[in-house]
């Protein structure tokens, strides 16, 4: 494919984020107060809200309701929904609910009656994320699946190379040493581009390949961590592809922040959190395997539980929390109940109103560009260029201590640590422009 095709599919896809970027902040006008968040939560029903993205995006009324399905701590403004999601009161009280019966009726309903659950599961989530079941298979997390995926892995050889960037995550770039070091293979690191865009990243990554044509193995990290920059993955993904390369792709915070599928990603090899962005109980996630590429992954520690050409067989954790994964499909109808297309258009909303206030900031550095398609609800910033441990620590601690708002450093980066800034759905325009204030304040200091 064309590299002017590939990019006008990229912006094809970026139509629904587009919506939301498009709202000016300054033209929402006065918002109504939000609700109290020591009440009990709401009862009501939600539905997706039918409007034009772009309208959706600021309707507080309509927020406020969604906002109303969590409880949350009065203790700070937490801009930090990154670390994990919070489990909105529906599946919280289902998963309460869950417990008491795995507790109750112990192993007689475990052998007996959660394999039905578990299966039914693990459909939903198949459903989800475009995939079959049988390409799924269960993890505790994001990284057990990627360390799985990358440790397993058996087809670099001595003197091959294996590729990623300082955007990735610091887990798996461990990952990706070790497996280097145990095939005697050679590591080739790249920097995102900062500012990024559609065409500088494709142009560092062909750039990269071309010039090592022994890579046999390149990670991909759709959503990062630390900037919250999206990558082009499909794009990337059919690059390596024509090179031979194998991709696998860290989507921990891609399925339930945007709308997304495998086939848009294009990999054969995904790790995925359900505890992030889809708000499933801590301790949830999956590996995928797309069908027909099961061989390039060893089976696990030599597991014979399952047959060889089964996706089980990759992964072997033992007895799981049952309540847990029995929660996955509550937490997959709560965010469908709302709509992943609205749900990407409102945080891309609430990104945008602290973003666009200090933009113009002098000492401000955004960190995720305005392409529509390159930036979800995730942004690091730094100030003043300053991009040491110690001065991020430092930002980080002043917003939490003067200002009673949570964000978080993030480290890693070629040009130097960010501070992250990660809105979700309980969060309001006012907790956008409290952190815009502050940061004003803050970087008038010098």
């Known amino acids: 494919m064309s590299t002017d095709r590939s990019r006008r599919d990229f912006v094809k896809s970026a139509a629904i984020l587009g919506a939301a970027a498009a709202v000016v902040p ?23 809200h039918p409007g034009p993205l772009a309208d959706v995006a600021r309707d507080e009324a309509y ?32 998963y309460h609910g869950y417990i008491d019966r795995v507790n109750r009726e112990s192993s007689y309903f475990a052998r007996r009656e959660y394999p039905a659950m578990f299966r039914t599961a693990r459909e939903r989530v198949a459903t989800f994320v475009g995939a079959k079941p049988t390409e799924l298979a269960f993890t505790r997390n994001a990284t057990e699946a990627l360390q799985a995926l990358i440790g397993q892995y058996n087809r670099v050889r001595a003197g091959d190379t294996i590729m990623y960037a300082d955007l990735d995550y610091n887990a798996m770039q461990w990952a990706m040493n070790a497996l280097a070091a145990r095939c005697n293979a050679k590591v080739v690191t790249l920097d995102i581009p900062e500012p990024a865009s559609y065409d500088n990243i494709l142009a560092v990554y062909t750039k990269a390949l071309d010039a090592n044509p022994r890579t046999k193995l390149l990670l991909l990290t759709h959503c990062n961590n630390k900037t919250g920059l999206l990558l082009p993955v499909g794009a990337i993904t059919k690059l390596a592809k024509a ?58 520690h030599a597991d014979e539980s399952a047959p060889a050409d089964r996706i089980e067989s990759r992964m072997h954790t033992g007895t799981t929390h049952f309540a847990t994964v029995m929660a996955i499909p509550d937490a997959i109808d709560f965010q469908l109940s709302i709509g992943i297309p ?101 970087a008038a200091r010098g």
């Open 26 to 48: 300054s033209a929402a006008g006065a918002t109504p107060p939000p609700h109290d968040r020591s009440a009990p939560p709401s009862n009501a029903t939600l539905t997706p």
């Open 63 to 94: 927020w406020a309701q969604v906002a109303a399905k969590y409880r949350i701590t009065p203790r700070t403004t937490n801009l930090e929904a990154g670390f994990f999601g919070m489990m909105a009161q529906p599946v919280l009280e289902a």
């Open 243 to 300: 090179r031979g390369v194998d991709v696998i792709v860290d989507a921990a915070h891609s399925f339930g922040q945007v709308p997304l599928t495998m086939d848009d990603m294009g990999a054969d090899f995904v790790g995925l959190n359900l505890h992030k962005w889809i708000g499933a109980p801590v301790g949830a996630g999956a590996l995928y395997i797309r069908e027909g590429h099961l061989d390039a992954i060893d089976r696990a």
């Open 342 to 442: 609205q749900k990407a258009a409102r945080l891309r909303y609430l990104r945008d109103r602290w973003v666009h206030a200090v933009a113009d900031v002098k000492g401000v550095n955004i960190l995720t560009p305005e392409d529509a398609a390159l930036t979800g609800a995730i942004t690091g910033f730094r100030l003043h260029n300053r991009g040491t441990g110690e001065a991020n620590r430092a930002l980080a601690g002043t917003l939490h201590d003067e200002f009673g708002i949570f964000t978080f450093q993030r480290t890693g980066l070629a040009k130097g640590d960010c501070v992250r800034v990660t809105p979700t759905l309980y969060n309001t325009p006012a907790d956008a422009d409290k952190l815009a204030a502050a940061i004003r304040t803050i």
